[in-house]
């Protein structure tokens, strides 16, 4: 039997940074789980993130935004930068494509972080010894690796008839599961149980 589970998310997205640490605990608990990271670069500069939106993910579940993040929540957003360094990690460096999502995720909703310089990706990808090239640093356009991810979240969306994100996708042999990630934000280890009744099955 084989399983993967596939993460459709986006770093400035609140509701993916509410559900990575369901992603984290998995990691942890079920290393037989191959886990998929596509960053869907949703957020491309012309969006922003509303207070309504904040609230509701605060409601739900545990994670915090600081006064730095808040103070910016009317700013556009824009995650090319980071779906190009998560997408050169993801490919080259997979073990640590989770570390730096979290790093990142981190910089993002808890310092305040826009991450739309280089500066602000170097300490990260220096802490974890991830050296990308030139290329994975830019925020003009997607590399070719993004695009690829971007182009895999599509496909995979047209079949789960959704754009939501994020959205977890459990995938055993030729059964492709849609994980309900909004039932396990208060208590991530409840998704492990949830992942184990489907591989019992």
């Known amino acids: 039997m084989t399983a993967d589970l596939f993460f459709i998310y986006d770093t400035h997205c609140p509701w993916s940074y509410a559900a990575t640490p369901l992603v984290d605990e998995i990691a942890q608990q079920l290393p037989e789980v191959s886990i998929h990271f596509w960053h869907s670069a949703f957020f491309d500069g012309d969006n ?19 006064h730095a993040y808040l103070a910016k929540l009317s700013e ?86 959704t754009k939501a994100i994020p959205a977890l996708l459990l995938a055993i042999n030729e059964n492709l599961i849609l994980l309900n990630h909004n039932l396990y934000l208060e208590k991530p280890a ?10 019992a099955k």
């Open 48 to 66: 922003d993130v509303k207070k309504a939106q904040i609230e509701a993910v605060q409601a739900l579940s545990p994670v915090s935004f600081s």
């Open 76 to 161: 556009t957003k824009d995650s090319t930068l980071a779906a190009n360094v998560l997408a050169w990690t993801n490919h080259k460096a997979p073990d640590k494509t989770l570390a730096l999502l979290k790093a990142i995720q981190e910089a993002h909703f808890q310092q305040g972080l826009s991450l739309t310089s280089a500066e602000d990706i170097y300490p990260l990808l220096e802490k974890l010894k991830l050296s990308p090239p030139a290329k994975s640093l830019t925020i003009e356009k997607l590399t070719k690796d993004a695009e690829f991810d971007v182009h895999e979240v599509f496909d995979m969306q047209e079949i789960i008839n």
């Open 190 to 199: 409840a998704i492990v149980d949830a992942i184990e009744l489907e591989l």
